[in-house]
């Protein structure tokens, strides 16, 4: 009844919001259970190891299994040490515990995939509207509260319709994963890149001290279409046009800072 009960608990955790760090560490405290409480560990694809590892001496008697995913991949190895003697029990332990671990991580992944899909746009990577307004509202929020400055930065590209005529929609679309990847190696860490439209991009620049300072970041935006861009064969040139909107100057509000920033574009 007890092991019941805990492999429940596990199998609750799997399905929760819990770390997944702690999730594999109750699957291992189950499989410890089981086995008189013999050293367990876990050992991820990525070199990351969860649980207390033996000293290297007391590996020789370990016994090992795979973890796998649905779909095969490998995502690790579940160890006992010290079990030498006791292989069958400490493989039925072993494969009931890398079922429940890969449940666990594929779980999480599917549940980050998600989150990242509806955060992120499918095509540049950089981040949707839904993300944008986000932290759009938080850095507004920061800048009422410390009276200090943030700023939007519109773009959109120049004559990109002729683009997808000339070259075909395949082109077109490689040239705005391009160009949002350029874009991004100009942009600091902090500053959040959002694909808003068809050719169009929003900067959020949260934090920023003057005008001249989100100028420079404009100008260093534009640069990113110094090189041609050579996809399929094909030397594109292109260009955007660029406006910029500064809090609290421009606008206290995200619709008064977007129509600046917009105007401002053309």
Known sequence: ???????????????????????????????????????????????????????????????????????????????????????????????????????????????????????????????????????????????RRSQTHFALVYIDLDQFKQVNDLYGHRVGDTLLQQVAERFSEKLRGMDTLARIGGDEFIALIPVVRSRAEVEEIGERLEHAFDTPFLIDGFTIHSAASIGIALYPEDGLTKEELKRIADAAMY
């Open 1 to 143: 009844m007890l092991f019941r009960s805990e492999r429940g608990r596990v199998l609750e955790s799997i399905n929760s919001m819990l770390n997944l760090d702690e999730v594999l560490r109750m699957i291992l405290q189950l499989i410890s259970t089981q086995l008189e409480d013999r050293s367990c560990w876990c050992e991820l694809a990525n070199g990351t190891v969860i649980g207390e590892a033996s000293s290297a001496e007391d590996t020789e008697g370990v016994v090992r299994r795979g973890i796998y995913s649905g779909a095969g991949e490998r995502l690790g190895s579940l160890v006992v040490s010290g079990a030498e003697a006791w292989q069958e029990q400490a493989g039925e332990a072993l494969e009931m515990g890398a079922s429940l671990a890969a449940l666990a991580i594929d779980n999480r992944r599917l549940y980050e995939t998600l989150i990242h899909r509806s955060q992120y746009d499918h095509l540049t990577n950089a981040a949707n509207r839904f993300l944008l307004e986000s932290r759009l509202d938080e850095a507004l929020a920061h800048a």
